[in-house]
């Protein structure tokens, strides 16, 4: 039998109580239905049960009363001999609690710090446990099926509670792996988790390409068509690159044969030297003609300048201008301050959805300037064993578009364009925001 529809309510309660929310639900039926407590220890002595406990009747009667859910809905656990604990199908996040409160029990069992008794009922050892814990055919059914039962159509949660509680687990997940080295196998893995080319590949699947068929083909045949005529002449500079993925399809789709890229991190740079294109490890704050001569295009995709701390985005719009040509073109794209109104909680990637990426979106004030801090966690499920990435915390600068304007025109001329980044139709000079909450800038420097 499945447990009781799922009860945010509930399941905060047996968190309260340290218990599991389908041992508590069993209780709760077996409480209703007034089986003896001997009867509820035998069904239900799992290793997250409290050894002995007794659950205040009343109050978990009162639970089940105020949620309207009868006895005719707790009927199949009041037999005792019905109520086994590998029948339960318990939720995402009290399978993933139980499941790493029991492998973490094991450990310590087995290295002796706790008494074998308290892992009665329990006959997988510690590596079963965990080789269960991280399978990702195991993981992935079940984390599909909670969001897809959770989240609107844009991905964003319809309840905060059970948002902050499966987040947290996920985290604590991650955590978990990390510290565990079981096997050789768990290593590997954990390994390549802290690995970059783990997470650019993650990045790539997850905001690069779908970005990149989304709207910067389109923004970027849009400026090529517009105001570069000959691509193969011209000598295009990428700030920022990443993973190389974009600058890849400038050359591809548009001919750009002199082109050059960098970026601030070493891992990155490594990944997009890899996919041929011709990047090095630099600063946007150190960038000048006298490492990068004169361009004739520069290029900043997927937000970049918005990591730059909010004081220093002016320096970098000024020395993007110092390496162009009179006459030379900037194009990139932006985010409105509301963007968080587009960004979505859930993530997915890959093949069969087998990357997801949780982010929970915070907006703060720092110095009278907004930004935007997310907290992002990405399970990778492509391989046997799930791969977990906690990328912590990581803020953005979201200025006022017509700020961004100003920089421009104070660093370029008063030649600059702003367009909504999906549909292309041009920003009026003192907007807001636009509808997808994403714009592209054409900067042209004035000449001499």
Not at 51 to 56: D, N, R
Not at 126 to 153: K, M, N
Not at 309 to 314: I, N, S
Request: a negative charge.
């Amino acid at each position: 039998p499945r447990v009781p529809p799922r009860s945010p309510a509930l399941r905060v309660l047996a968190t309260d109580m340290s218990v599991s929310f389908a041992w508590f639900v069993a209780l709760a039926a077996s409480a209703s239905m007034q089986v003896a407590p001997s009867a509820q220890q035998q069904a239900f002595d799992v290793p997250h049960a409290p050894s002995g406990a007794e659950l205040p009747s009343a109050k978990i009667c009162a639970a089940v009363d105020a949620l309207g859910v009868t006895a005719d809905d707790l009927e199949p656990w009041a037999d005792a001999s019905e109520m086994q604990p590998e029948k339960l199908q318990a939720d995402f996040v009290t399978w993933l609690r139980d499941l790493m409160h029991t492998a973490k029990r094991s450990r310590l069992a087995a290295a002796g710090t706790l008494p074998q008794a308290a892992m009665h009922g329990v006959t997988e050892g510690p590596g079963a446990l965990l080789d269960q814990l991280f399978s990702s055919e195991v993981a992935h059914g079940r984390l599909l099926a909670e969001l897809d039962g959770s989240l609107t159509v844009s991905g964003h949660h319809a309840d905060s509670k059970w948002w902050v509680q499966l987040h947290a687990t996920v985290r604590h997940w991650a955590a978990f792996q990390a510290e565990t080295r079981a096997s050789a196998e768990a290593a590997e893995a954990a390994m390549a988790t802290n690995s970059f080319a783990a997470y650019a590949s993650t990045y790539d699947c997850l905001i690069g390409q779908p970005c990149l068929e989304q709207f910067m083909s389109a923004f970027l045949s849009h400026f090529f068509e517009a105001h570069v005529p000959d691509p193969s002449s011209v000598k295009l500079l990428s700030i920022g690159c990443g993973t190389g993925l974009v600058e890849k399809h400038i050359m591809q789709a548009h001919g750009v044969k002199n082109l050059r890229a960098f970026d601030f991190s070493a891992e990155q740079v490594a990944v997009a030297q890899k996919r041929g294109v011709r990047a090095e490890v630099g600063d946007v704050l150190q960038m000048g003609p006298e490492r990068y001569g004169m361009q004739d295009v520069c290029f900043a995709g997927l937000n970049v300048f918005h990591y730059l701390p909010a004081h220093q985005m002016g320096e970098a719009i000024q020395r993007t201008a110092s390496v162009l040509k009179p006459g030379g073109w900037f194009v990139g794209d932006f985010i409105t301050p509301d963007h968080n109104r587009w960004y979505p909680n859930v993530k997915f990637g890959g093949e069969d959805r087998r990357v997801v990426s949780l982010r929970t979106l915070t907006l703060l004030e720092k110095e009278g300037r907004m930004h935007q801090q997310s907290s992002i966690v990405t399970i990778d499920l492509r391989s046997g064993r799930a791969r977990l990435n906690d990328a912590g915390t990581h803020c953005r600068h979201l200025p006022a578009m017509l700020r961004v304007r100003l920089l421009f025109e104070e660093a370029f001329g008063p030649d600059v364009q702003l367009f909504d980044a999906i549909s292309m139709e041009p920003l009026h000079r003192d907007a807001d925001t636009c509808p997808s909450t994403r714009y592209v800038v054409f900067a042209r420097k004035a000449a001499k």
